[in-house]
């Protein structure tokens, strides 16, 4: 092969190259944009209709986070708190009363779903809205359903306080860490369950 020749193919060649190596550039920053908007993409709230099942069958999981009200309720000592003292928190709030079979019959899976998660940031939140007259009732309720703690609202406020407001007793409603209320359970369910369980870690697992 001549010298002229020689030339003439590295002359061909080299433009090829170039346009090869132009779409292998190309590729690759394709690839590294994906990957970059994928670590930095925020995470929304996840779904938790997945949890829709068994005894959690009619949880009512809202398209948009609700906020909790900041309505005060009491603990025994009769010491005032809100939702908000719990933020940092996964609060399973139930409100129940002593003269609500089913209530009384959910109570010890709230107490199984506290006691499992004794070391980790979940509050169980049973608020009674017995009478003042039967607060012995509540206090022997709780004391058959360790760890759970007595808290109280008589005057139903944060019943009517939700949006939409409590449809009956017992009303479980599930907040994040963040304060918000990610899902609603109107009726009694198993609160110890796979799928009870199952929501809290993912709860639990939000950043």
């Known amino acids: 092969m001549s010298e002229v020749q020689s030339e003439a193919g590295a002359k061909k060649r080299g433009p090829l190259r170039m346009l090869l190596a132009g779409v292998i550039l190309v590729g ?46 009491t603990s025994l000592d009769g010491k005032s708190a809100t ?16 003269w609500c079979a089913p209530c009384k019959a959910e109570m010890p899976t709230l107490a199984k779903l506290q006691a499992a998660y004794a070391t980790q940031p979940v509050t169980v939140l049973p608020i009674s809205v017995d009478r ?4 012995n009732l509540v206090n022997e309720e709780m004391a058959a359903n360790a760890p759970l703690k007595t808290w109280r609202d008589p005057s139903y406020k944060m019943s009517f306080s939700l949006e939409p407001k409590a449809g009956g007793f017992p009303t479980t409603v599930i907040y994040d860490k963040q304060g918000r209320e990610r899902a609603r359970l109107s009726g009694p369910a198993d609160w110890s369950s796979p799928e009870a369980r199952g929501l809290v870690e993912k709860l639990l697992a939000e950043k």
Do not use: C, H, Q
């Open 28 to 73: 690759v920053a394709a690839v590294l944009y994906v990957i970059a908007s994928a670590s930095f993409k925020p995470s929304g709230p996840a779904d938790l209709r997945e949890f829709k099942k068994g005894t959690l069958e009619k949880l009512d999981v809202p398209a948009t986070p609700r906020p909790a009200p900041d309505t005060a309720f």
């Open 83 to 98: 939702l908000a003292d719990f933020k940092g928190r996964v609060v399973v709030m139930n409100l129940w009363a002593t």
């Open 132 to 135: 003042d007259g039967d607060l």
